[in-house]
């Protein structure tokens, strides 16, 4: 069955970097559109950044637009979340997801994904 494993999570300081990693399995990897999202205490899940099948394409929330970047590195299975210059309101679990077609370009709705992780929390200290 497929298994998304996400890692990298941890405390840091605001201004600090972080770099979460998404090892995928179950699943022909290459084929497959990716994407981050995370959720706050008290707030709903939403969309940080995305990849298109092919890394050609990619999306990031307006949020975090120069500060994260979103890579993937298909021989192994494995999307990444580099994000720097972290504030204490990027603090939130972390999931990697990914969708149920192949092919697709960036996706952007979290209705839009099936398989998800199990999360990694990232905690950035003001």
């Known amino acids: 069955q497929v298994q998304l494993v996400e890692s990298g999570g941890g405390l840091v300081q605001a201004g600090g970097s972080l770099r979460l990693s998404c090892a995928a399995s179950?699943?022909?990897?290459?084929?497959?559109?990716m994407g981050w999202f995370r959720q706050g205490p008290g707030k709903e899940r939403e969309v940080v950044a995305a990849?298109?099948?092919?890394?050609?394409?990619?999306y990031y929330a307006d949020s975090v637009k120069g500060r994260f970047t979103i890579s993937r590195h298909n021989a192994k299975n494995t999307v990444y979340l580099q994000m720097n210059s972290l504030k204490p309101e990027d603090t939130a679990v972390y999931y990697c997801?990914?969708?149920?077609?192949?092919?697709?370009?960036?996706?952007?709705?979290?209705?839009?994904?099936?398989?998800w992780g199990q999360g990694t929390q990232v905690t950035v200290s003001s």
């Open positions: 997801a990914a969708p149920e077609t192949r092919y697709s370009d960036y996706l952007t709705s979290r209705r839009l994904y099936y398989y």
């Open positions: 179950g699943l022909t990897f290459s084929a497959y559109a």
């Open positions: 990849v298109s099948w092919n890394g050609g394409n990619t």
